[in-house]
């Protein structure tokens, strides 16, 4: 059967693309109580009821064969209820089976039997005499053949509605309390057949079908090729609207103002000649790029990535000791306080033989960061003149810092940055979109590079950072040690100590990490604070010390340094220490409830190790009991490689959790997905690059419905971010 054609309207209908912003509430077949549902499940406009796509077809053109055996994929079957029956067990617990047959049945037909427990509304759904539409796997229960918590959907005898649900490939859409797939399907068939013709949000050519069809096909699809045409174009033009708001990000930067902030490169070499250590040939290609962004007055939009351990921090200091010979100030901020502070310590044992002045801003020092004032006037003119002598001998007359490394604490000191030529914001998932944006926001555009220590899969580049250039540390310093991860499942937590006690008595330290601060009711984990207690006792005469989010930040500071020194020996963390925690005689981090962490947390946790010529050892205490938390743990014992973990945190963790919308300002994924379609992702990019090249402010009156998608996209992303 076709999918739904327009039906005869009267009245005004909002024309084209606007159509799809019409509130639910316009619609006069459907009720109150069931707006307000849609609402709780956050459809409120024609378009998002239409892009509420299905998550999976049932060809109920010819249902399967009633299973005689357990099978390993999951079945669609058709049947009646022959009997019903409901019973308690363990004293509250509750059991609802259902005994299925075939229509046709006859002597030798077989029978399934529909088992529940504990969903009491299932009970009153379901009768003796109904027709039951089930889906799920058969597994063999003793004499029994059974499908458990089946999803099910029950036929009326209503022929009108038949054509809708059965002979055809039925969509099953994501449903809710209230909310079934059954109504769900016949509210978004009936919204389809008043659906008008729409323009095509993709450029001319792109398109297989126009976008009405294509979003009729992808719910009511006639065949799989229809439905796979449909979704095809469908994702393209979702993933076009994600590349308009990336294309327009980097328009914007190409726009505004900027000029060059790159001096000749003289302290940068002083400082690569003191350096105890080589660069890698992908320090050395990254500063290149850099430094070509910073001599260029075009404003640099940069994002460095590599792995623990690449050496991303000389990187930065590198191109910040550019910008400062250039008569510039250069800040970099940080999402925590430790890593601001390790920041400081580095960079001020580096510079202070080179006489560049390097200062702190964090929160908790908020009342010693004043500055003092400088000559704006006489500043202004050597920035008109391009005179780089005059404002390198205000910068040393003034006495003002030429480095600022500090926490979200810099947003707040506008007067630190009258001469702000460079950016760095390091960790730069931990800040959202807002943040980023005000960091930079100054009258001459500075040049800006964010870093982070979680290596980005190439489909990530094209869409979370598609607005960027990019620069990869592929290599590792040949100085690191070797980190040995082992998981362990909680029996061979006494095991683990005695090693760990080994290496303590050999002169290194260790790293004991929680999941928890304090002991929760919710959560079945440990936590720091409770379990430090029992760690010094077991590794006196070591001594141990407790480190978490909470401990006010002298305390903090005070902790680290000891560390640092080696008057502790043992640190009972939770994940303040993931990033920006450099100790090289720190070797071996034991993690506890493992399972509990992301697996590219628990890499960047693993990687507060092996920072030294030392073997190094991660040993992951877990409960894992999915197949999902077990393949998180051999994928961290198999590799130790950053690149490998991104991609195996993406198949895991799928890439709306990735994607971090929410911090992104981009548009959510409704229908594309990122590892499944990066074809149409690189067709999308480039569309959208050729669009922008051609008219950077879709100015032109061909490109002004796309000029208008993008202000309608950007209000809602904005909206979500605020």
Same mark, same amino acid.
Request: charged share 25%.
């Given at each position: ?103 046709? *049945? ?216 550019? *910008? ?128 982070? *220590? ?75 604070? *409770? ?192």
């Amino acid at each position: 059967m076709p999918p739904p054609r327009p039906a005869k309207r009267t009245g005004t209908v909002p024309a084209g693309l606007a159509w799809l912003e019409t509130p639910l509430e316009s619609l006069g077949w459907l009720q109150t109580p069931r707006i307000r549902a849609l609402h709780r499940f956050g459809l409120r406009t024609f378009e998002d009821l239409l892009t509420h796509f299905p998550r999976r077809y049932e060809d109920r053109r010819e249902f399967d064969r009633f299973p005689q055996e357990e099978t390993e994929k999951p079945v669609c079957i058709c049947g009646n209820v022959l009997k019903t029956a409901s019973r308690r067990f363990q004293g509250w617990r509750f059991m609802f089976d259902v005994t299925l047959a075939p229509a046709d *049945a006859h002597a030798l037909s077989g029978q399934i039997v529909c088992r529940w427990y504990n969903v009491h509304f299932v009970k009153k759904m379901i009768a003796t005499g109904q027709r039951l539409v089930v889906f799920g796997r058969p597994r063999r229960r003793g004499k029994q053949l059974m499908i458990e918590h089946p999803e099910f959907e029950v036929l009326e005898p209503d022929s009108e509605e038949e054509s809708i649900h059965l002979r055809r490939i039925t969509p099953v859409h994501p449903a809710t309390e209230g909310i079934t797939a059954r109504l769900l399907r016949s509210w978004i068939h009936q919204l389809l057949a008043e659906m008008p013709e729409l323009p095509s949000p993709l450029p001319p050519g792109l398109a297989g079908m126009p976008y009405a069809e294509a979003l009729r096909a992808v719910h009511f699809p006639e065949d799989w090729e229809t439905l796979h045409a449909a979704r095809r174009d469908l994702v393209l033009a979702e993933f076009f609207t994600m590349q308009l708001f990336v294309g327009a990000k980097r328009a914007e930067v190409v726009l505004r103002p900027g000029e060059a902030h790159c001096g000749a490169g003289r302290l940068l070499e002083a400082f690569h000649r003191e350096l105890p250590f080589p660069l890698t040939g992908a320090q050395n290609r990254a500063i290149q790029e850099i430094r070509a962004d910073l001599a260029s007055p075009r404003p640099m939009n940069r994002i460095l990535h590599g792995d623990v351990g690449s050496g991303k921090t000389v990187v930065a200091l590198s191109a910040m000791l550019l *910008a400062v010979e250039a008569g510039y100030q250069a800040a970099i901020m940080a999402p925590t306080q430790i890593l601001a502070e390790q920041h400081y310590l580095n960079f001020k044992r580096w510079l202070e033989p080179l006489g560049v002045r390097i200062a702190l801003r964090t929160g908790s020092r908020k009342e010693e960061s004043a500055l003092p004032l400088f000559d704006e006037q006489a500043w202004s003119a050597a920035v008109r003149d391009g005179d780089h002598a005059r404002r390198a001998e205000l910068l040393k007359r003034d006495e003002e810092p030429q480095i600022l490394v500090g926490t979200h604490a810099l947003l707040y000191e506008g007067v630190s940055f009258s001469r702000l030529g460079l950016a760095i914001i390091d960790e730069q998932h931990k800040f959202g979109v807002l943040q980023r944006a005000a960091l930079i926001r100054q009258p001459v555009l500075p040049d800006v590079l964010v870093m982070t *220590a979680t290596p980005i899969p190439r489909t990530l580049t094209m869409t979370l950072f598609g607005d960027l250039d990019v620069s990869t540390l592929d290599e590792l310093p040949a100085n690191r040690g070797k980190i040995v991860t082992a998981a362990r499942d909680a029996s061979k937590l006494p095991d683990a100590i005695e090693f760990i006690k080994k290496h303590l008595a050999a002169g290194r330290q260790a790293y004991v990490v929680y999941p928890l601060i304090d002991e929760s009711a919710k959560l079945e984990a440990k936590a720091a604070a *409770a379990e430090f207690e029992k760690w010094g006792p077991i590794f006196a005469p070591h001594r141990c010390e407790l480190l978490h989010g909470r401990i006010p930040p002298e305390e903090k500071d005070a902790i680290m340094e000891r560390f640092r020194k080696n008057q502790t020996q043992v640190l009972v963390a939770t994940t303040v220490i993931e990033v920006g925690i450099d100790v090289p005689n720190a070797t071996i981090m034991l993690i506890e409830n493992a399972e509990r962490f992301g697996l590219a947390q628990l890499h960047q946790l693993r990687g507060r190790v092996g920072r030294g010529s030392h073997k190094s050892y991660c040993i992951l205490i877990h409960a894992a009991d999915t197949p999902e938390g077990l393949e998180k743990m051999k994928t961290l014992e198999a590799t130790s490689n950053g690149f490998e973990i991104a991609e195996a945190d993406l198949r895991l963790r799928g890439p709306g959790d990735i994607l971090g919308t929410d911090q992104s300002g981009l548009p959510p994924l409704k229908i594309g997905d990122v590892l499944a379609d990066t074809d149409l992702m690189q067709l999308a990019r480039t569309a959208a690059q050729r669009l922008f090249a051609a008219d950077p402010e879709l100015a032109k009156p061909e490109n002004l419905r796309f000029r208008k998608l993008l202000a309608e996209k950007r209000k809602l992303a904005l909206a979500r971010v605020s």
